[in-house]
Every structure is written in structure tokens, then in C-alpha cells.
């Protein structure tokens, strides 16, 4: 394929040359699983990048302080999986591409890593396996502890460095005339969330090309923040009237400290705890609580659970006290709240068998 | 996305073609190669020889050795413009390329002495053989193989390009052999943006049901069972309307996912050797009263033969369901058993889906499958109109055997790598912020109304398959 993409750069040129630019407007949202303090198997890092965009030359993002870092994997370890989205300019085409995270020996990535980093040495170095159709393009990610005034932005810094899509590739562009567009990679086992909650703060920052020349422009750096609440507390407390043989619901919805309003709590029930089915669901007033009652049927002991999700979300305040201008020129463009899905403990409503009657 | 490969048998053979180079009226040299029986006088008719896409005449020289020197044919086959060591540009069987085989026929006609002469090509090559037909070249008999009738809906049915096919065809021969019309189709073809070029070089290179009831021609055509590029409807458009003498053999040979199994030559070619003694030297061999012809697949060495197009049966079934699809990689997989069997798909399937809250998902691609089968049996694509609606997606018309009791899925995508990431037939993703929220599908299978191909053991599955020598 990547012959025949080779074979219409040509034609791609032209109807690509010479198109206006709009400013650049980034995203970046990370996310874990499960979402819990000193915990989480996952972490999911997720950067969207416009098709308007000027092409991206670095990406930054740090890992705030507090995090527990693993980066000990031997080399050729699968670590996540990626899943990218990219613009080919040479076809035209959007192309969907999906691979593994694979830990590399940071000594064989030391000229690459001295390009990105400015350093040869990484303490860690992640590849992205980029496939579409067979052909695989390998994304190095450069995993560094900050030192000096970094530290400011975060523990852990994640660099990844993309050739510009806007440049021929023999003159060092990207190979099909790739625009990556949007990037969710997953890692597992690598970050231990902080043991104290609130709202985490990762910051990105991304440095565009100026345009067609394939040099980077530092006055063009931008911030785009992505927070994740921790933790997120799905209060449940079931209540049984026997009067009325009816039950109530009751309690709140927090993330990172915040109530959450308006949110769809699920409610599941059955009286054997691993036979939960959803029956019904209720949504958060302004501040966080919910209650919602109902007849219980059977009426048995019996297990409730509410489970909640929230998708990826523009956060309106994120982007107060920007990193400086000497940081990022371009100002802070961005501020997500991450995706979650949870599901609270399962809790058990004690139902008093009911009173026989004798007839005498 | 792999090419259609011939397989041949590396048997000596006396008929040894010789290289040979052919100057066109505008001044372009052809390579070709001409092989004569074995004695050379004995030649009492022969066949123009039309290779596919990104090959060179080498590639149908085993034809003229093994099948049609051995049965008395003189054969020529030469590099298509823009292809091996000929000059000129590529043109995807336009009308220069008619001209070529136009003069081409008229020195193979004056070599040989005679003007009983046939013409067989494969895929591309199958469409010169058509161009030419058409435009008047008078062949006595041909065998257009794997090929088109309409290249607009073979490449880009209901409108949504097969865009990693095209792109991976448009591959084999490189952009500077390109005729500039075809370069400027290319794009606005593997994008679906913009059809109406492609469109213009599809009609002036495909041949329609009148053109097809005018052609007199006795014709053989072969086409692959199980082939997502040239499907079996291709085939079928032309068995129906040609005017003249006609057979269709429905091969395992065929461009991806087709098997392909070398032991299909002899019965393959042996066919279109029968084709050409009937109507190039008069033999009656009884060919003409073949119709319909069924290889069976996997091939064991058995055809089912019909009186004409083979009659089906429809299944219907519905696969419920509401399924949120976002971004590039999104899908919906849908799966459903059914009943009775074994079937064999044969005809028009058709998906239906009901969708709703389209932001930026215009188009859905489906892919059916036999479940824990990577080989997908068929796909289709069809553009979105609106937030809301019904999108009716006519999946390619495949020969495929359904194993009784196995279940079908059904992957709703907005390209085929959601059902593999092998399946690079349509790569053309939408955005990552797209998404579709899909109802109900309904998939309207069409079978033959009894199946005939059936389960090979391993060990008589291998000894079919069996591999003595490959060409591309």
C-alpha cells in the first residue's frame, strides 16, 4: 500500500498546497481503571489533535506528582494497546490504525531520544505500533523523571515527537503524508495513582511546525490539560420499610471531591449478589444526591448496586493559571475531565421473613 | 491485500515462446513473446493472450505452453502499456490499448496464416478482451477471466470506493506510467468524493446490457467464486445479455480472498481449450451446451453443472440490537445462527440497518462472516443520508459454503478492518468525533437453493491445494 500512497503524493500536493490554517486547538484526556486511590491497572492517555491543525512537531505531558511510577519492564513487553486515527494526505483518506505498546530498549532509541528529548538517555522508551492493512508505522514515546523547573508541570514527563505531515518525505515528512489526528493509548501496571484524592492535573504541551518549512516553532506551544477526579464515589445506602414493603435509595455522587449533577445513576438488584440485572435508574439533583424508591418484589433480602459513567468532558476551569508564557506561548487552548465508568460496592437490604398466620 | 496468484505446473513442454518486440501505428514498442506448437505448420488457429494488472507477458506464457501449444495454438501475449519493458502509458484498457490489440491481431493474423484467432485475459486482461470485442476485433472465440462488465460499481459499489483495494491496485503500476486522466480519477475514486472521473473512465472502458446483446462472439467467461473485486455479478450481467454463444465456469481461481488451488488448472484451462476447438477449429465437443458450471470449494476436483444461472433461495433473519458506533474504530458485531444447512450464499445478500444520531458517519461499511472463519464470505458499503434513516447495503455476490449449525456475524463498521485487521477492502475511516447510533439489521441472505460444494478432510484438502510452482 504504501506504494500506491507513494504513487498519488502528486496529486495530494496540489490539492492540499497553499490551504489556510486555523489556530490550534488540542485536546488531552487521561483516565483510569478502576478509578481508585493508590490503585488502578490502567491508565489511558488520550491526545486529539484537529484535522485544521498546524502539524504537531512535540508533544509533552507530564504526570502530576504523586503517582508511583513502574518502568521496569524488560524490553519486548507488551505494556497496552493503541488505537490512532490519521489523516493521509498523500490518498486522502482517514485511516484507522490499532496495534501494541511495547517496551523498547531505551540504548537502541538513543539517537531518536537525543532528537525528541534532547537527551540520549530515557528511562523508559514505549512504541506505539501503528497498523492499518498490514503496514505498521512505529511511534516512539520517551518516558523521563522531570528535573529542575519542570517539575513544576508534573513527576513524569511522556515525550512523543511526530514529523510533519506537510513535508515531503524524502525531506523528512511523515511517511503517507500521515496527520495523526487522534491517539488513545492504554498502559498497564505502569502508573499507581496517588493516595490522596482531588482533581489530578496532566499537562500537555504541544509544539506545532511552522507550516511547509518542517522546522518547529517554540512561540507556537500550547497547553491543553486533561484532570482526573479521584476518587469517584458512587454513595449507595439502601433503606427497607416493611410497612409498605418498599425500599429507598439514597446517596451522592462525587468525583475528585465535585458533586456530579444530573448524572443517570443504573440501579441493579437481585437477591443473590452475583446476579445482579438492572431495573431502573434515577439521575443526581444539583448537589450530587439522588433517591429513588420502589416495591420490593420478591420480598427477600436483597442486593442493590448503582453503577454511573461519565464520558470524556470539557472541564470550564480547567485552564485557570495557565503555565507561563515562557512554558507555552500559544496559552492553554483545552481542559478535559476524563471518562470514567463505575460501579459501587454491591450492599445488602435485610428483609425480616414475614409474620405466618395461624389460623386456629 | 493479497494479488490474484496463478499457480502453475512446472511440466516440461516442446513449445518454447520467443521474445519478440512489436512497434505500434504511434511508434510505442511492445515486448511480447509468440509460441508456435511443436511442429510449428501444425498451428491452424491461435490466441491473443492479455495479462492482469502489474504483470507482463511472461505471466500467460505457462497458458501457451502447458494448454494451447500442446492442442495445436499458435499464442502471442505482450506487455500492456505502461507495463514490464513496453513503452507508452498506462491506460487501464482505453482506447489506445484497443487500438494495440487492433494491429496486434493483424500481424498475429498475418504470422500465422489464418484469422481464426481467440482471445483469453485475465482480470485486466479480461477487460481488453472485452474493449476489444466491442470495438469491433473480430475474435473468433474469447474466455474473458475474472474480469469486469461495469468497472464503476466493481470498484466502487453503491457509490463508496473499495478504497484499500483501489489504492493497493493503483499501486501495481507506477504513477509515472500513468495516463494523467487516470491519475486525476484516482483520488476523488479511492476517497468516493468524487466519482463523476471515474465514472467517465469506468463507461468508456465497461460494456453495457446492449453493447453485450450485440456481441456475438462466442464467449466462455470465468469468473472467481469467491473474488472482492470482480464478485460473481460481474460475471453474471454479461452471461445473461450476450447475444451470442455463451458458458460461465464459476471458478476458485480469483483475485483476494479466493483460494486459488493450482490442481483448478487443468479443468480451468482445459475448459477454454474445448471453448477455443469448438469455435476456432469447428471440433464438436459438446462445450456448446454447457450453461452454467460450479467449481466446488473447496476444490476437489468435482463441478456442478446447471442448464442455466443456478437457481437460490432467501434467508431472512434479523440481528436486533442498538449499538452506539464512535470514531474510526467503532463497531457493532452482530451474530445469528442459521437454521438447516449447509447453505452456499449465491446471488444478492443484501444488510439492512436502521440508524440514528449521525454526527459525521456518512458512510457504513458491513462485513459478514462465518463465525471463527477469518475469511470474511462478503462485505458491501453504502453512504449515510441524514442523522436518520434505513441504509440498505447490497454485499457483494460471493459463492461461499456456510457450514450447517455455524453462527454469522456481522460487523458494522465504517471500514472492513473492524471485522480483521487483515480485511483492508475498505480503509476509509471517519472521523474520530463521528459516531451512529444502530437499530435493527436485517440480513437477507441469498443460497443456492441446494448447496453443493462440501467439507474436505484435511489430508484430501491439502493433496487439493497442492502447490508445485507459483507465478504472481
Given at each position: 500500500m504504501k506504494n500506491v500512497i507513494a504513487a498519488l503524493t502528486a496529486v495530494a500536493a496540489l490539492a492540499f498546497a497553499g490551504g489556510a490554517l486555523a489556530a490550534n486547538t488540542g485536546t488531552l484526556s487521561v483516565s483510569h481503571d478502576p478509578t481508585v486511590l493508590a490503585g488502578s491497572k490502567s491508565t489511558t492517555i488520550h491526545v486529539s489533535l484537529p484535522q485544521a491543525d498546524q502539524p504537531i512537531a512535540a508533544i509533552s505531558i507530564y504526570a502530576p506528582s504523586g503517582y508511583q511510577t513502574t518502568l521496569s519492564q524488560a524490553a519486548g513487553t507488551t505494556i497496552g494497546t493503541v488505537d490512532a486515527t490519521a489523516f493521509s494526505h498523500t490518498a486522502g483518506l482517514v485511516l484507522p490504525l490499532s496495534g501494541n505498546v511495547v517496551t523498547a530498549d531505551p540504548a537502541s532509541f538513543a539517537d531518536k531520544s537525543a532528537q525528541c528529548t534532547g537527551s540520549p538517555t530515557s528511562a523508559a522508551v514505549w512504541v506505539l505500533n501503528l497498523s492499518v492493512a498490514g503496514q505498521t508505522i512505529q511511534l516512539p514515546v520517551y518516558v523521563n523523571p522531570t528535573a529542575g523547573p519542570e517539575q513544576a508541570l508534573g513527576a513524569e514527563k511522556i515525550s512523543v515527537c511526530l514529523p510533519p505531515w506537510d513535508v515531503p518525505e524524502s525531506l523528512g515528512g511523515a511517511a503517507q503524508g500521515a496527520q495523526v489526528l487522534d491517539v488513545r493509548f492504554t498502559v498497564n501496571g505502569i502508573f499507581t495513582t496517588p493516595t490522596s484524592g482531588g482533581l489530578l492535573e496532566w499537562d500537555g504541551l504541544f509544539t506545532p511546525y511552522t507550516p511547509g518549512t518542517g522546522k518547529p516553532n517554540p512561540t507556537g506551544t500550547f497547553e491543553a490539560r486533561g484532570f482526573v477526579p479521584l476518587p469517584v464515589v458512587l454513595g449507595l445506602r439502601p433503606t427497607y420499610f416493611s410497612k409498605s414493603n418498599t425500599f429507598r435509595l439514597s446517596g451522592k455522587l462525587t468525583e475528585g471531591g465535585l458533586a456530579l449533577p444530573s448524572l443517570t445513576v443504573h440501579i441493579s438488584r437481585g437477591i443473590k449478589p452475583t446476579r445482579l440485572t438492572q431495573q431502573s435508574s434515577t439521575r443526581s439533583k444539583a448537589d450530587g444526591t439522588y433517591r429513588t424508591a420502589g416495591h420490593l418484589h420478591p420480598r427477600k433480602t436483597t442486593y442493590f448496586r448503582i453503577n454511573a459513567s461519565m464520558p470524556?468532558?470539557?472541564?470550564?476551569?480547567?485552564?485557570?493559571?495557565?503555565?507561563?508564557a515562557t512554558v507555552a506561548p500559544a496559552g492553554c487552548v483545552s481542559a478535559k475531565l476524563s471518562a470514567w465508568s463505575v460501579k459501587s460496592a454491591v450492599l445488602k437490604l435485610n428483609v425480616p421473613a414475614a409474620k405466618k398466620h395461624h389460623e386456629k | 491485500m493479497a494479488a490474484l496468484a496463478l499457480v502453475w505446473s512446472a511440466s516440461a513442454n516442446a513449445a518454447t515462446p520467443q521474445q519478440l518486440t512489436l512497434t505500434m501505428s504511434d511508434g510505442a514498442q511492445l515486448a511480447c513473446s509468440l509460441t508456435l506448437p511443436d511442429p510449428p505448420a501444425t498451428a491452424t488457429a491461435g490466441v491473443m493472450l492479455f495479462h492482469g494488472l502489474g504483470g507482463r507477458h511472461q505471466d500467460m506464457e505457462p497458458i501457451a505452453t502447458q494448454f494451447l501449444a500442446p492442442a495445436g495454438y499458435a499464442a502471442l501475449a505482450c506487455d500492456a502499456r505502461g507495463h514490464g519493458v513496453s513503452q507508452g502509458q498506462f491506460g487501464l484498457d482505453g482506447p489506445r490499448d484497443v487500438a494495440d490489440t487492433r494491429e496486434l491481431y493483424d500481424w498475429f493474423a498475418t504470422r500465422i496464416g489464418t484469422q481464426q484467432i481467440g482471445a483469453l485475459g485475465i482480470s485486466l486482461g479480461g477487460g481488453a478482451v472485452w474493449n476489444a470485442v466491442e470495438a469491433g476485433v473480430p475474435f473468433k472465440a474469447v474466455v474473458p477471466i475474472i474480469t469486469w462488465t461495469n468497472l464503476l460499481t466493481a470498484l466502487a459499489p453503491q457509490g463508496l470506493s473499495k478504497s484499500g483495494l483501489v489504492q493497493y491496485l493503483a499501486g501495481l503500476v507506477p504513477t509515472s506510467r500513468w495516463d494523467p486522466q487516470l491519475l486525476a480519477a484516482s483520488q476523488g475514486l479511492t476517497t468516493s468524493a468524487d466519482l463523476s472521473q471515474a465514472a467517465a473512465l469506468s463507461a468508456a472502458r465497461s460494456v453495457t446490457t446492449a453493447e453485450l446483446r450485440a456481441i456475438r462472439t462466442p464467449t466462455l467467461l470465468v469468473q472467481g467464486r469467491h473474488d472482492f473485486l470482480f464478485d460473481v455479478d460481474q460475471a453474471l450481467a454479461a452471461y445473461r445479455s450476450l447475444g451470442g454463444p455463451k458458458a460461465l465456469y464459476l471458478s476458485d481461481v480469483g483475485h483476494t480472498p479466493a483460494p486459488n488451488p493450482p490442481a483448478e488448472q487443468p479443468s480451468l484451462y482445459g475448459m477454454a481449450v474445448k471453448w477455443f476447438d469448438r469455435f476456432l477449429k469447428g471440433t464438436q465437443n459438446g462445450i456448446d451446451r454447457t450453461k452454467v458450471v460450479l467449481a466446488h470449494d473447496p476444490w476437489d476436483g468435482k463441478t456442478t453443472a446447471y442448464t442455466g444461472i443456478p437457481q437460490t433461495k432467501r434467508v431472512t433473519v434479523n440481528l436486533p440490537g442498538s449499538t452506539t458506533v464512535a470514531g474510526a474504530t467503532g463497531k457493532a458485531v452482530r451474530s445469528v445462527r442459521i437454521t438447516g444447512g449447509p447453505h452456499e450464499t449465491f446471488g444478492d445478500s443484501t444488510v439492512t440497518v436502521r440508524y440514528s444520531n449521525a454526527k459525521s458517519f456518512d458512510h457504513l461499511v458491513a462485513v459478514l462472516a462465518v463465525q471463527g472463519t477469518a475469511t470474511p464470505i462478503s462485505a458491501g458499503g453504502t453512504k449515510l443520508k441524514g442523522a436518520s434513516g434505513t441504509a440498505t447495503i447490497r454485499l457483494m455476490d460471493e459463492a461461499v459454503r456456510v457450514p450447517a449449525g455455524k453462527k454469522l456475524v456481522l460487523y458494522l463498521s465504517s471500514t472492513s478492518l473492524a471485522q480483521s485487521p487483515s480485511n483492508a477492502l475498505y480503509i476509509s475511516a471517519v472521523q474520530p468525533d463521528a459516531s451512529v447510533t444502530l437499530g435493527k439489521a436485517t440480513l437477507k441472505l441469498s443460497v443456492l437453493k441446494k448447496a453443493v460444494s462440501r467439507r474436505l478432510a484435511a489430508r484430501a484438502l491439502r493433496s487439493s491445494l497442492a502447490t508445485k510452482g507459483q507465478t504472481e
Amino acid at each position: 500500500m504504501k506504494n500506491v500512497i507513494a504513487a498519488l503524493t502528486a496529486v495530494a500536493a496540489l490539492a492540499f498546497a497553499g490551504g489556510a490554517l486555523a489556530a490550534n486547538t488540542g485536546t488531552l484526556s487521561v483516565s483510569h481503571d478502576p478509578t481508585v486511590l493508590a490503585g488502578s491497572k490502567s491508565t489511558t492517555i488520550h491526545v486529539s489533535l484537529p484535522q485544521a491543525d498546524q502539524p504537531i512537531a512535540a508533544i509533552s505531558i507530564y504526570a502530576p506528582s504523586g503517582y508511583q511510577t513502574t518502568l521496569s519492564q524488560a524490553a519486548g513487553t507488551t505494556i497496552g494497546t493503541v488505537d490512532a486515527t490519521a489523516f493521509s494526505h498523500t490518498a486522502g483518506l482517514v485511516l484507522p490504525l490499532s496495534g501494541n505498546v511495547v517496551t523498547a530498549d531505551p540504548a537502541s532509541f538513543a539517537d531518536k531520544s537525543a532528537q525528541c528529548t534532547g537527551s540520549p538517555t530515557s528511562a523508559a522508551v514505549w512504541v506505539l505500533n501503528l497498523s492499518v492493512a498490514g503496514q505498521t508505522i512505529q511511534l516512539p514515546v520517551y518516558v523521563n523523571p522531570t528535573a529542575g523547573p519542570e517539575q513544576a508541570l508534573g513527576a513524569e514527563k511522556i515525550s512523543v515527537c511526530l514529523p510533519p505531515w506537510d513535508v515531503p518525505e524524502s525531506l523528512g515528512g511523515a511517511a503517507q503524508g500521515a496527520q495523526v489526528l487522534d491517539v488513545r493509548f492504554t498502559v498497564n501496571g505502569i502508573f499507581t495513582t496517588p493516595t490522596s484524592g482531588g482533581l489530578l492535573e496532566w499537562d500537555g504541551l504541544f509544539t506545532p511546525y511552522t507550516p511547509g518549512t518542517g522546522k518547529p516553532n517554540p512561540t507556537g506551544t500550547f497547553e491543553a490539560r486533561g484532570f482526573v477526579p479521584l476518587p469517584v464515589v458512587l454513595g449507595l445506602r439502601p433503606t427497607y420499610f416493611s410497612k409498605s414493603n418498599t425500599f429507598r435509595l439514597s446517596g451522592k455522587l462525587t468525583e475528585g471531591g465535585l458533586a456530579l449533577p444530573s448524572l443517570t445513576v443504573h440501579i441493579s438488584r437481585g437477591i443473590k449478589p452475583t446476579r445482579l440485572t438492572q431495573q431502573s435508574s434515577t439521575r443526581s439533583k444539583a448537589d450530587g444526591t439522588y433517591r429513588t424508591a420502589g416495591h420490593l418484589h420478591p420480598r427477600k433480602t436483597t442486593y442493590f448496586r448503582i453503577n454511573a459513567s461519565m464520558p470524556e468532558h470539557d472541564f470550564a476551569a480547567g485552564c485557570q493559571n495557565p503555565a507561563p508564557a515562557t512554558v507555552a506561548p500559544a496559552g492553554c487552548v483545552s481542559a478535559k475531565l476524563s471518562a470514567w465508568s463505575v460501579k459501587s460496592a454491591v450492599l445488602k437490604l435485610n428483609v425480616p421473613a414475614a409474620k405466618k398466620h395461624h389460623e386456629k | 491485500m493479497a494479488a490474484l496468484a496463478l499457480v502453475w505446473s512446472a511440466s516440461a513442454n516442446a513449445a518454447t515462446p520467443q521474445q519478440l518486440t512489436l512497434t505500434m501505428s504511434d511508434g510505442a514498442q511492445l515486448a511480447c513473446s509468440l509460441t508456435l506448437p511443436d511442429p510449428p505448420a501444425t498451428a491452424t488457429a491461435g490466441v491473443m493472450l492479455f495479462h492482469g494488472l502489474g504483470g507482463r507477458h511472461q505471466d500467460m506464457e505457462p497458458i501457451a505452453t502447458q494448454f494451447l501449444a500442446p492442442a495445436g495454438y499458435a499464442a502471442l501475449a505482450c506487455d500492456a502499456r505502461g507495463h514490464g519493458v513496453s513503452q507508452g502509458q498506462f491506460g487501464l484498457d482505453g482506447p489506445r490499448d484497443v487500438a494495440d490489440t487492433r494491429e496486434l491481431y493483424d500481424w498475429f493474423a498475418t504470422r500465422i496464416g489464418t484469422q481464426q484467432i481467440g482471445a483469453l485475459g485475465i482480470s485486466l486482461g479480461g477487460g481488453a478482451v472485452w474493449n476489444a470485442v466491442e470495438a469491433g476485433v473480430p475474435f473468433k472465440a474469447v474466455v474473458p477471466i475474472i474480469t469486469w462488465t461495469n468497472l464503476l460499481t466493481a470498484l466502487a459499489p453503491q457509490g463508496l470506493s473499495k478504497s484499500g483495494l483501489v489504492q493497493y491496485l493503483a499501486g501495481l503500476v507506477p504513477t509515472s506510467r500513468w495516463d494523467p486522466q487516470l491519475l486525476a480519477a484516482s483520488q476523488g475514486l479511492t476517497t468516493s468524493a468524487d466519482l463523476s472521473q471515474a465514472a467517465a473512465l469506468s463507461a468508456a472502458r465497461s460494456v453495457t446490457t446492449a453493447e453485450l446483446r450485440a456481441i456475438r462472439t462466442p464467449t466462455l467467461l470465468v469468473q472467481g467464486r469467491h473474488d472482492f473485486l470482480f464478485d460473481v455479478d460481474q460475471a453474471l450481467a454479461a452471461y445473461r445479455s450476450l447475444g451470442g454463444p455463451k458458458a460461465l465456469y464459476l471458478s476458485d481461481v480469483g483475485h483476494t480472498p479466493a483460494p486459488n488451488p493450482p490442481a483448478e488448472q487443468p479443468s480451468l484451462y482445459g475448459m477454454a481449450v474445448k471453448w477455443f476447438d469448438r469455435f476456432l477449429k469447428g471440433t464438436q465437443n459438446g462445450i456448446d451446451r454447457t450453461k452454467v458450471v460450479l467449481a466446488h470449494d473447496p476444490w476437489d476436483g468435482k463441478t456442478t453443472a446447471y442448464t442455466g444461472i443456478p437457481q437460490t433461495k432467501r434467508v431472512t433473519v434479523n440481528l436486533p440490537g442498538s449499538t452506539t458506533v464512535a470514531g474510526a474504530t467503532g463497531k457493532a458485531v452482530r451474530s445469528v445462527r442459521i437454521t438447516g444447512g449447509p447453505h452456499e450464499t449465491f446471488g444478492d445478500s443484501t444488510v439492512t440497518v436502521r440508524y440514528s444520531n449521525a454526527k459525521s458517519f456518512d458512510h457504513l461499511v458491513a462485513v459478514l462472516a462465518v463465525q471463527g472463519t477469518a475469511t470474511p464470505i462478503s462485505a458491501g458499503g453504502t453512504k449515510l443520508k441524514g442523522a436518520s434513516g434505513t441504509a440498505t447495503i447490497r454485499l457483494m455476490d460471493e459463492a461461499v459454503r456456510v457450514p450447517a449449525g455455524k453462527k454469522l456475524v456481522l460487523y458494522l463498521s465504517s471500514t472492513s478492518l473492524a471485522q480483521s485487521p487483515s480485511n483492508a477492502l475498505y480503509i476509509s475511516a471517519v472521523q474520530p468525533d463521528a459516531s451512529v447510533t444502530l437499530g435493527k439489521a436485517t440480513l437477507k441472505l441469498s443460497v443456492l437453493k441446494k448447496a453443493v460444494s462440501r467439507r474436505l478432510a484435511a489430508r484430501a484438502l491439502r493433496s487439493s491445494l497442492a502447490t508445485k510452482g507459483q507465478t504472481e
